[in-house]
């Protein structure tokens, strides 16, 4: 097995999935996410709009954890946020509680309804965000727990369901074991590429459904200035922490 | 013209069963006296509307809320609000609109604008319209015959607010980066009661250039109660941010809320100040980076 950093390999090809979006909001919620979208601003689309996080568009991402100056470009009020993204002009990267064959995502609560068994959030902006622009998921640990058999418990954001009268946009999935997306036969979950050292049997015996395992590479791993980048964005590197140390 | 309110007064002009929209995001800038001295009070069977924070898993856990509308309830670096989620896992909260934070705001523009409802794309595809069958479709009238959701307007009895800054008359200013929706709030409420940091004379307002930070109009507002630190333990940009500690202590006392009511509910502004550690201490809270 090769030597290589699982949140390293994780960011490098989040990062990537912004590549070619042009002059869009990207947003990465939650740590690997935006230290993907902060590189991805770093190395490949320069045009990109992050935030700090809060309020502010920013110029120039920061290092996380540490004190830090803000390279303040524009405003980015909640308000503003969805103005910006209800005209499509996003690309987010989320980590929902549950994702289905159908790439419905839930962040609500599971089980019952009216009594669940684990409240979660509520779906927040899901269901907006999810029929106005792009998204793309990171799960750090791909099991049948977030990628369940049947559907999802709270439908948060609209799937690829035939009857819908909207579809969704969905970029990539990017795990702890894979690349994939849902643009196989009838927008199938599709595996594009197994991290190194991971057997495809783990990643059809961790997914709650089919997964098209008819054509894939192995994951690229990051190159050299990408790592430069993400040790300078996370020196403290909380980043390790996401896969459990 | 004097808007200034005593708590009391406050709570004197709320009724059973009203409709009661919180402004504030989550952790940030809730109006938490004003939470405080519902929890106190013998109000009942509340409609709550919130981006919800403490200011939701209080009064779930007071059994104050007949009904929640809401987008999410979250206290921020805690993702998951405890004293919520035990309401919803016992059972205790059945009566829930769970809806996009989009057509939350949609709902309460609408009512600002004194319309039925706003049409929107959201929804679609998602459990939300399933679980609110009160939510009706339409279709455009124009060409286009597009399948729209017709979100409708989200009237509030009352709007709870809290701002940095206010005079009597009801002149408010909200000095933090992000003002939330608490403007919607105020216009889609026939009464709004703003707790403020401090109340000054209008000349000391800071003048024209401060106006910016009037984010809505004295019109709106029924009432300024003078509340220094009253977002507690909420963030108010830039005067303080949250209150980590308090917030885990609070998340932590879920099973034996009577303990915390004792101490931080069950007492006055000043007896909360010093319970908490002072309003200095309140003061000095360095602001979160996200």
Redesign the interface.
């Known amino acids: 097995m090769e030597n290589f950093k699982l949140a390293d390999l994780c960011i490098s090809q989040a990062a990537k999935v912004w590549v070619d979006d042009g002059e869009i909001l990207a947003t990465g919620i939650g740590l690997i996410p935006r230290l993907a979208a902060y590189l991805s601003k770093m190395a490949f689309n320069e045009a990109l709009m992050v935030t700090?996080?809060?309020?502010?568009l920013i110029d120039e991402p920061f290092p996380l954890g540490v004190d830090?100056t803000l390279k303040v470009e524009g405003?980015m009020?909640?308000?503003r946020v969805?103005e910006n993204l209800?005209g499509g002009a996003r690309h987010a990267m989320v980590t929902p509680t549950q994702i289905d064959m159908y790439a419905?995502m839930n962040i609500?609560?599971i089980g019952d309804?009216?009594?669940?068994?684990?409240?979660?959030?509520?779906?927040?902006?899901?269901?907006?965000n999810?029929?106005?622009h792009k998204n793309s998921v990171f799960i750090p640990v791909h099991s049948k727990k977030s990628f369940v058999e049947g559907e999802v418990h709270?439908?948060?954001?609209?799937?690829y369901?035939e009857d819908?009268?909207?579809a969704?946009e969905i970029g990539k999935v990017i795990t702890n074991l894979g690349v994939f997306d849902f643009n196989g036969d009838n927008h199938a979950f599709r595996l594009l590429s197994v991290h190194p050292g991971v057997e495809v049997q783990a990643i059809e015996e961790s997914t709650g459904f089919a997964v098209d395992t008819s054509q894939f590479t192995e994951t690229e791993l990051p190159s050299p200035q990408e790592i430069e980048i993400i040790e300078y964005l996370d020196p403290k590197g909380m980043r390790h922490n996401i896969f459990g140390g | 013209m004097n808007k200034v309110h005593t708590l009391d007064q406050f709570i004197a002009q709320l009724e059973d069963g009203m409709t009661i929209g919180i402004g504030g995001?989550g952790a940030r800038r809730k109006p938490m006296d004003l939470v405080r001295a519902i929890c106190r009070s013998p109000l009942k069977d509340l409609t709550i509307v919130s981006y919800?924070g403490p200011d939701v898993g209080l009064l779930c856990s007071e059994g104050k809320i007949k009904e929640l509308v809401?987008?999410?309830?979250?206290l921020d670096l805690i993702?998951?609000e405890a004293h919520?989620?035990q309401a919803?896992?016992?059972?205790n909260l059945?009566n829930i609109t769970?809806?996009?934070?989009?057509?939350l705001?949609w709902g309460l523009r609408a009512a600002a604008m004194r319309l039925p409802f706003l049409p929107?794309?959201?929804?679609?595809?998602?459990?939300?319209l399933?679980?609110n069958s009160h939510i009706k479709t339409i279709t455009s009238p124009y060409s286009d015959k597009q399948?729209l959701v017709a979100m409708p307007a989200i009237p509030l009895d009352a709007a709870l607010i809290h701002v940095n800054k206010a005079d009597k008359k009801g002149n408010t200013q909200i000095f933090g980066?992000?003002?939330?929706?608490d403007d919607l709030f105020a216009r889609a409420a026939t009464n709004t009661f703003v707790s403020s940091e401090k109340i000054v004379d209008t000349d000391q307002l800071g003048g024209e250039q401060m106006a910016i930070f009037n984010r809505f109009e004295r019109n709106f507002v029924t009432g300024v109660i003078e509340c220094p630190g009253g977002a507690h333990p909420t963030s108010c940009a830039p005067d303080y941010g949250f209150d980590l500690e308090h917030l885990k202590n609070y998340s932590a006392q879920v099973e034996n809320y009577a303990e915390y009511k004792k101490d931080f509910i069950d007492v006055n502004p000043s007896a909360y100040h010093e319970a908490v550690g002072g309003l200095q201490k309140i003061l000095s809270i360095s602001l979160p980076?996200?």
């Open positions: 700090d996080g809060e309020t502010y830090r405003y009020s909640y308000s969805f209800w419905q609500s609560c309804y009216e009594m669940p068994k684990v409240q979660l959030l509520g779906s927040r902006g899901f269901p907006g999810s029929i106005s709270m439908v948060s954001s609209l799937g369901k819908n009268l909207y969704p | 995001w919800g809401f987008g999410f309830v979250s993702p998951l919520f989620r919803r896992q016992n059972g059945k769970e809806l996009d934070e989009g057509m705001q929107t794309k959201i929804g679609f595809g998602t459990d939300i399933k679980h399948e980066p992000d003002p939330f929706f980076r996200f």
